[in-house]
Nanobody, 124 residues
Framework: VQLQASGGGLVQAGGSLRLSCTASVRTFSNYVTGWFRQAPGKEREWVSCISNASDGSTFYDYPVKGRFTISRGNAKNSVYLQMNSLKPEDTAAYYC?????????????????WGQGTLVTVSS
């Protein structure tokens, strides 16, 4: 499984971006997908995840809850992360990851497949 993350860019504080994670498999709905981010000089941290389509549950880390929304695309091989009310502290490289399981997890080591990062920069 190959993952392609895209949608990053430069935005002012308070603005929005939508990140996309596109998979090379049509059965992507059977995979849990997570978003992680890594700011310069910091450890990678979990942001959000969505369980597989039969479960559908979504989870968010506290700093982004209420501002970010994770969802599956109609094309069934994509997962999106809508990011609203962005803050300078959201600046990081964002990575999507996937694992063929039912319920999502915040543990990076659980995920077998990773996309390349897409850079999000939020200016103050």
């Amino acid at each position: 499984v190959q993952l392609q993350a895209s949608g990053g860019g430069l935005v002012q504080a308070g603005g929005s971006l939508r990140l996309s994670c596109t998979a090379s498999v049509r059965t992507f709905s059977n995979y849990v997908t997570g978003w992680f981010r890594q700011a310069p000089g910091k450890e990678r941290e979990w942001v959000s995840c969505i369980s597989n389509a039969s479960d559908g549950s979504t989870f968010y880390d506290y700093p982004v809850k209420g501002r970010f929304t994770i969802s599956r695309g109609n094309a069934k091989n994509s997962v999106y992360l809508q990011m609203n009310s962005l803050k300078p502290e959201d600046t990081a490289a964002y990575y999507c990851a996937a694992e063929k399981r039912k319920r999502c997890t915040s543990y990076a080591q659980t995920y077998e497949y990773w996309g390349q990062g897409t850079l999000v920069t939020v200016s103050s």
